[in-house]
């Protein structure tokens, strides 16, 4: 069957991988120049940045990630997997703790810091991986068919509270909530086991990071034979009420023929490509009515003599404060610090980022960019920049700081309307949105739909490929690479 795969992100590019090993004929399209351009990272003064998979959860030996580039055979394209990096959490009131990766020290670690909290939190850990075994995408030994059910068991920081655990610790379990940009208070315990539960259980990344997941999933795709189209924007989806999805045009003028569409972009986007009548104005209205997380400020400096590569760290407020995730428009944001491995040249590249609001930035993705939003991100950048060297002093005269991203660089190089940070909010009572549409042959993947990350992405892809050709079909290998462990 001929599919096409819109967007070359992780999503898409599962998707296309997971297509044609099945024997479809895939065609993934690409707005822009390059194939997954935010998975991939870029270079300045010759320093590679990964904005794509800097750290990720679930990467040992049995882990739900480390399954999946099994399954797809990436694995065996990745070199030097760490699975041990810890999280180092500094307070307003100068207080200092940590979480490191695995059930066991993190137990242990939680007991020495905050003396009979240990069997609270490894009561925490059983009920995150409780969640993480309902899904037969996640946990290889179920057979049931995927579920999407409304979140039932309150938010995570009811649940911290609940358990009785101090001020400080539930900050510190809050702060994931940060992977998917969605307040502790707003996420469910759902969601967050499902995105935060497998970097409780490892946390690392491999060499190379995003850049070498690309060549990996790419060496693979041309291995299968899919055809990839770059600088090939969707501008329209070719169908009918009698026979669904029959093909899509492309911002050049050409078309390309198709029985599926795996459309990975922003759900609002299908109201310009869907032909009208097709699908009801009240589903059309509600896709265009979702709420977007947050975007952010980003700094990307290099440093030699600094920072631990394999710790990441946080800069937070008071653990009482209203604001878990204060903007950087506020006098004390939260800042998220990531260190990367060195380079062959010693230097490391170092990530900061704080969030924001996107209201008060001009509209859409203008170039050149207006002057007054020129001044104002140069006097962001510097005043973010003297924000964490106060926090961290021994950062001062030991980084440099070589460029700086905002919601209109998001905007630009994710090809979406607002510039957040993981598009589609997935907060707490939302109603879940499914792959499977009203339109025969066209459905829905990507962090909108589904979670954020290179996990979510993965998973999201698969359960799309599996809702329009069969689950077990999909889940095949998944399960295999399970048996053979």
């Known amino acids: 069957m001929r599919c096409v795969v819109a967007g070359s992100g992780i999503t898409g590019l599962t998707a296309a991988l997971l297509l044609a090993r099945q024997g479809h004929d895939v065609t993934v399209v690409e707005a822009g120049a390059r194939v997954a351009p935010l998975l991939r990272g870029f270079w300045r003064e010759g320093l590679y940045f990964d904005t794509g998979f800097h750290c990720g959860g679930g990467l040992h030996a049995g882990g739900v990630l480390r399954r999946w580039l099994r399954a797809l055979g990436v694995e065996r394209h990745l070199q030097q997997v760490t699975t041990h990096r810890t999280e180092v959490f500094h307070f307003a009131d100068g207080q200092v703790y940590c979480l490191p990766a695995g059930h066991g020290v993190v137990e242990e670690t939680v007991e020495w810091q905050f003396p009979g909290s240990g069997a609270a939190m490894a009561t925490f850990l059983r009920l995150m991986d409780a969640e993480l075994g309902h899904s037969p995408y996640l946990n290889p030994a179920v057979r049931a068919e995927p579920a999407f059910a409304l979140n ?3 938010s995570i920081a009811q649940y911290t509270a609940s358990a009785g655990f101090p001020a400080h610790l539930q900050a510190m379990i809050g702060t994931r909530c940060l992977l998917y940009g969605v307040r502790p208070e707003e ?27 690309v060549e990996a999933l790419l060496a693979c795709l041309n291995e299968q034979g899919v055809t990839i189209r ?3 924007t969707v501008t329209g989806i070719d169908a009918d009420k009698a026979q669904g999805v029959r093909g899509v045009h492309l911002g050049d003028g050409s078309s390309l023929a198709c029985e599926r569409c795996f459309f990975t972009g922003h759900p609002s986007q299908l109201e310009k490509l869907i032909p009208r009548g097709l699908v ?9 009515e979702l709420p977007e997380t947050r975007s952010a400020m980003l700094l990307f400096a290099e440093t030699r003599d600094c920072l631990d590569e394999n710790e990441s760290i946080y800069l937070l407020p008071h653990p009482s404060a209203q604001e878990l995730f204060p903007g950087v428009e506020s006098a004390q944001p939260s800042v998220y610090l990531f260190c990367d491995r060195p380079q062959a040249d010693g230097r490391k590249a170092v990530m900061a980022v704080a969030l924001m609001e996107n209201n008060d930035l001009p509209v859409g993705n203008p170039h050149p960019r207006p ?11 510097a005043r973010l920049q003297a924000y964490i060297e106060q926090r961290l002093p021994e950062l001062a005269g030991h980084w440099r700081v070589l460029d700086a991203a905002s919601p209109l660089t998001m905007r630009h190089w994710v090809h979406g309307a607002t510039g957040s940070l993981y598009g589609v909010q997935h907060h707490m009572g939302a109603m879940p949105m499914l792959p499977v549409t009203r339109l025969p042959g066209l459905f829905l993947a990507g962090q909108n739909i589904l979670l954020p990350g290179v996990l979510g992405g993965m998973v999201s892809a698969a359960l799309a490929v599996g809702f329009s050709f069969g689950h077990d079909n999909v889940l095949k290998e998944f399960r295999e690479c399970a048996e053979d462990e």
Do not use: D, M, T
Not at 188 to 206: K, N, R
Not at 280 to 288: N, Q, T, V
Not at 371 to 381: N, P
């Open 152 to 154: 039932s068991a309150g």
């Open 187 to 213: 996420s469910s315990l759902e969601e967050y086991s499902l995105v935060a539960g497998p970097y409780f259980q490892s946390s690392g990344s491999w060499q190379g990071g995003g850049l070498a997941l």
């Open 230 to 232: 770059c600088n090939a």
């Open 280 to 288: 009801r104005p009240a589903y059309l209205h509600r896709i265009s």
């Open 371 to 381: 002057v007054c939003y020129v001044g104002w991100k140069r006097e962001a950048s």
